[in-house]
């Protein structure tokens, strides 16, 4: 379980139609931004329990749309974390509670 009141990132920090990493206290989680709407998400791929960054850390957003996992091609989009396509077969991404407060993420 991961702890309320910890601050992720400012939402300036995450590109408009992307996505970046951030720490909770050891757990990995992908923050997602499309205008207004921040989402969180473990970083852990339904398919492979692998996370989904590259081997350099970056994250691979297709089209502004959706997360790629890396190491097998599992689409999730950046809304709802939902299975877009590849081998995720109709899995989504755990979904972590979050609150913007005064521009800055914190975990709920």
Known sequence: ???AGLALARVEDIPDAGARLADAAGAS????????????????CTHADYPLQRADGRLIVQEGRYLV??????????DDGACAG?????GA???????????????A
């Open 86 to 90: 590849g081998p995720c077969n109709g």
């Open 1 to 3: 379980m991961i702890s």
């Open 69 to 78: 996992c890396a190491m097998h091609g599992a689409s999730y989009r950046l």
């Open 93 to 107: 991404l755990e979904p972590i509670a979050i609150i913007v407060r005064d521009g800055v993420i914190f975990t």
């Open 29 to 44: 989680l992908i923050l997602t931004r499309r205008g207004d709407a921040v989402r969180a998400f473990r970083n852990r």
